[in-house]
Structure formats: C-alpha cells, structure tokens
C-alpha cells in the first residue's frame, strides 16, 4: 500500500510513536511532525492531532501564536489531554485551563519573576496561588507537576484529584506550605509515584520541616520515589527513621540522580534503602535529564565513586528472599567489567541473589549453579563472557561411568560391531601426579597408592589375583602391573 494512502489512525499511531522524546515529562517532537503534516495532505490532520494532543506554552512568543485565531481552529478541531505551562502570568495558565477541558496531565512551572537569566526580569500582576490546581479542566488529571513558586489561596483545604503521578519541583514550597498536605494527604488514595526536586535555591528550616511532615502521609502508601536532583539530607535523614519504624510495605523502586555533587545524601538513602526496604525490589542511578551529557570516562568515574558508597553496605544487605535489581543508565564494556572495583561489587552482588542491570540490554544476573561453580563469581548475559566460560564451552563432555560399561560390553562382540565400538571410546584422562606419585598406608589392597608386598589384589597378602583371559584393547584397563614396589596402576 502506498505511504500516502495509509488510514489515519495508522498513521497517528505510527506518528505517536516516532516524534515522542521519552525524557522525564514526554514531549513530542515538535520539528518531525511538522515535516510529516508537509508530506501529503492525507498525513496532516493525523500529524496534527498528535500535535495537539500535548501543548507547551514556554514563551510569550509561543502564548501570543496559540491566541491566534488559525491556532484556535486547529486545537479546537483535536484533543489536547496534556497542558504544560512553563512561565506564563496566572491569567495566562487560566486562559489556557478554559481552552482544554479534559486533561490527563498538567504541568505547571512558574515564577513570579520572569526573564530573571537575561536581565529583563518582569512581575506578575497577580502573584498565581495554588488554587490554580481547583481549575475544573482539573477534574480527571492523572499526572501532575508543579514546578512552582505559587502563594497560599484563601481556601487551603485539601484536593481531591485522581492523581497517580505527582512531581513537586523547587522544594520545600516556601510561599505555600499548605501545598505540601493538600497534595500529599488529598491526593493519598490514589497517589503511588512521586517525584521530588528540590532545587538549588536555599532551604527555609520552617517550609522544610512541614514539608517532612506532610510527606509522612504517604509514606506508607508510596510505591515509586524519584529524586531529580540532591535531595535535602534531613529530609532523608526522616525517610530512613520512617522506614525503620513501618518499613514502608508498598515502597517498590527508589532512583537516584547520578550527579558529582550529591554523594553525600546517597549514603543516607543507601543506608535506608539496604536495612529497611524490605519491599524494595529495584534501586536505580539514572542520569538528570536537564544537564548534558557526560563522557564515557566521565560517566565510568562516577558510577566508581557511586559503587565504592553502595557497595561497602551489601554484607548487611537483606532482601527477605526476595527478587531484587540495582538499575545503571549506560552498558559498561568489557574493559570496565574486569576493573577489580567492579569485579567486587558484581560478586558481592551476586553472592546476596541481587541483579545488576546496565543500561537496556546488558544484565549481571545471580544463579544458584553459578554461585556454586564459582563461589559468587558474576555471569553476565548481554555482556562480555569470561574466559573460563570460553575453557568449558571449548572443552568435550565427560563420559559417564555408564557409557564407558556400555562401550567395553560392545567391545567384546566380534567382528565389525566391536571393532566399531572400539573406534568410539574417547581416550582416558591423563592420570594426576598426586594420584600416580602418592603412597597410602594400607596392605593388600587394590588402590592407585599402596604400601606393602600384594599389589592389585583383592584379597590376602603379597600375592596377586590372576585376571581372567580378555581381548588386548582390555587388558591395559582391566589387569594392574605388579611391578615397582607399593605401586599399582590401572
């Protein structure tokens, strides 16, 4: 079928599905959707529709375009079920609020203060509260963010949403403490994934300490804790008291930012997580979406220091026999594999029945049989094998006792039969020097290493049991030589 001919719906799902950047808050991409809708005609309302399911206003150049009347009448004829405001005035976020009136997800950044980087800092006229958040567009949201520097409203009782996801930003809430429990207590029936970011700004003891306080609500209800960026430790510091008090029994997976700076609260919260999470199934190091990308050596250096703190505290670790995994964002090569600092921490992993997973594809995983072959060694699936691994792929299987039986029964038959079964009896393994060297202490009876005057002999003592009469191809297996003193071989 011609790409131009494709149905709508295949082509919004197949559009859905390529211009998505799967960051932190899924934004699509922008630029490859306006190449598609100017393909054919046929792919521009499809094009569009994805468009419009998710809208970002970040600019009073992007809020005046969507004013327009031609902008109007495209979002009125499509869906929008995501709304992210990122530094609008609050008449601004209303206007947009009154245009979507099902959302899914709503995301709001913003600041009483705008152009604050370039010098052209501007007020609000009306410093936006939190009431915002009553907006009945509101009424069904699932995933909420805010990213915000709001004020108290006059109404501060709590709010019932639905949501499942929240993302607080710029914490603790200095302007609206109230906000703390109004998210974390209203939306406790429902909420199982939090996010928490608490920024750069300087921490105000009084918001702090609501703030941990309020968090207390859900703390044994939460499911999935996110932390994009250094976390406060004293807000860590009650994490860990609240964990060894209830032990969090819903608490699931826990990821950490992988920042230079932020080693410190890492202890606290590897500390917590190792003695108290009993529910605790993954603990992932990811990489902060909003800083650039940082070198192989670089990344490597870091993920050593992160592994030298997590790694020091898996003698006491406890998983209550559980399936447990430790998350990295990158692959690791070979060459960094066999570095002994990792080395350790994959055997001391392996050795508590922990996993280790790198990046997508590449696992270190913990198995029973590799645990008693090689004492807690790590076997790597998706990564580098060990050399050992290449010696015993590269090694022929044993014979058994009962194949060798079989093969020396066949061996007798006359003819072509036996000369077959002869030609397929692998060789005999080369005999030890501790076992053809060493001498016992016993008389008379027949073992590799003897002492005494009967050699090969079943019983009595100095004399030597005459074999019966076999084929010559048996006789050197069967019949032991007597000479040498104290010596018997097969």
């Known amino acids: 079928m011609p790409v131009d001919k494709l149905h709508a719906a295949v082509l919004e799902r197949i559009f859905g599905l390529a211009s998505l950047d799967q960051a932190l808050w899924e934004t699509p991409d922008y630029a490859t959707l306006k190449a598609c809708a100017l393909v054919y005609s046929q792919w521009r309302h499809p094009a569009q529709a994805i468009l419009a399911r998710h809208v970002r206003i970040a600019s009073p150049e992007a809020m005046a375009a969507v004013r327009s009347r031609e902008c109007r009448r495209m979002l009125a004829d499509h869906q929008t079920l995501v709304l992210d405001s990122t530094l609008q005035w609050g008449a601004d976020t209303y206007w947009l609020l009154d245009r979507f009136p099902k959302l899914a997800a709503f995301r709001l950044e913003y600041d009483p203060l705008r152009g604050q980087g370039d010098g052209q800092a501007e007020r609000d006229d009306e410093w936006l509260t939190w009431d915002v958040l009553r907006h009945p567009s509101l009424t069904n949201v699932a995933k909420l963010a805010v990213v915000a520097d709001l004020q108290d409203p006059e109404d501060t009782s709590l709010l019932s949403l639905p949501v499942t996801h929240a993302t607080l930003g710029r914490l603790p809430f200095e302007h609206s403490t109230s906000l703390h429990k109004a998210v974390f207590t209203g939306c406790k029936p429902t909420l199982r994934d939090i996010s928490l970011d608490f920024g750069t700004q300087p921490v105000v003891k009084p918001a702090l300490d609501n703030l941990i306080e309020e968090f207390q609500a859900v703390a044994a209800t939460v ?36 920042l230079p700076n932020a080693l410190a609260p890492f202890n606290i919260l590897a500390l917590a997580v190792v003695n108290n999470g009993t529910s605790l199934v993954e603990f992932a190091l ?23 703190a997590f790694g020091s505290r898996l003698d006491s670790f406890n998983m209550m026999g559980r399936k447990f995994r430790f998350r990295f964002p990158r692959e690791w090569p070979a060459r960094f594999v066999k570095l002994p600092e990792i080395a350790r921490f994959l055997d001391r992993a392996g050795a508590r029945g922990c ?7 590449q696992r270190f995983e913990s198995t029973a049989k590799a645990m008693e072959k090689r004492k807690g060694k ?36 006359p003819g072509a039969a036996g000369a077959a079964a002869r030609a397929q009896l692998p060789p005999p393994p080369a005999p030890s020097a501790a076992l053809t060297k060493g001498k016992g202490k016993g008389k008379g009876k027949a073992v590799d290493k003897g002492k005494g005057k009967g050699k090969a002999a079943d019983k009595g003592k100095g004399k ?8 010559e191809e048996e006789e050197d297996l069967a019949v032991g030589s007597s000479k040498g003193k104290g010596k018997a071989r097969a």
């Open 355 to 361: 996993d280790v997973w790198c990046g997508a594809e």
């Open 378 to 413: 790590r076997v790597a699936k998706g990564g580098v094998a060990d050399d050992d691994d290449d010696e015993e792929a590269s090694a022929g299987p044993v014979p058994t006792l009962a194949q060798v039986q079989q093969v020396l029964r066949q061996m007798t038959a």
């Open 286 to 308: 990811v990489e902060p979406p909003y800083l650039e990308r940082a070198t192989d050596d670089e990344h490597e250096a870091l993920v050593l220091r992160y592994l030298a």
């Open 223 to 258: 499911e999935h804790l996110h932390f994009l960026n250094k976390p406060n430790i004293n807000f860590l510091m009650s994490l860990h008291s609240k964990m060894n008090a209830i032990k969090m029994p819903f608490f699931y997976s826990c990821s950490y930012p992988l």
């Open 464 to 471: 030597a049991v005459a074999a019966p009469s076999l084929p």
